[in-house]
């Protein structure tokens, strides 16, 4: 039985910033309903390679598909409308909207996506602090509000840059739980991430990065007998 075609397949993608090429083809695919990650060192790509995905490097090429449509050539607009949510590092909340506000400022881009209640029910400190500016936030709870925001557009693709980075153990267990949920609502993420024990607990899939290419692909159920190879690859 043949596999289903991915809902995002990425092949050969090139990509630089100025003179600087930071991509040497890279070449992986995530299927509807999957978490895999992108590991890796710093520097390697793997924030690069979300921001070609949806668009917003000065010059790429290769072939993105989404749900089997080339987008190498659209604007970023026009990707986020096919249903791609992508919530980067820095998070960029509005800091002179209170939490409500940052919630409803981006247009749906497919469908309704999750009302504020399904929010809440996610993320009930987001309820607790519905009119707290976006600068009163602790790191954990404008990573939360990042991460809300995106699905209140309709996404079906979250990319999720670094969620957990310089977050309190207890938050880190709570996205984890938050991303678990929402591979069970028939979401499919795409996430960089740093701490492997984290990625371990969510993800189905693992892509190492090294120099701007995938160099190894493993299944989570083998990265057990895999980790020395994989703590290699990380410098761990």
Known sequence: MAEPTPLLEVRDLNAWYGESHILHGMTFN????????????????????MRSVMGI?????????????ETIALPSNQIARFGIGYCPEERGIFASLNVTENLLLPPAVKGEGLSLDEIHKLFPQLKERARSQGTKLSGGEQ?????????????ELLLLDEPTEGLAPVIVQQIGIVIRDLKKRGLTILLVEQNLHFASTVADRHYVVEHGTVVDEIENRDLAANRQRLETYLGV
């Open 30 to 49: 995530v299927r509807k309903g999957e978490v895999v990650t992108l590991l890796g060192r710093n520097g390697v790509g793997k924030t690069t390679t």
């Open 57 to 69: 490097v000065q010059k790429r090429t290769g072939s993105v598909r989404y749900g089997g449509t």
């Open 143 to 155: 990573q939360m509000l990042a991460i809300a925001r995106i699905l209140r557009t309709g996404a």
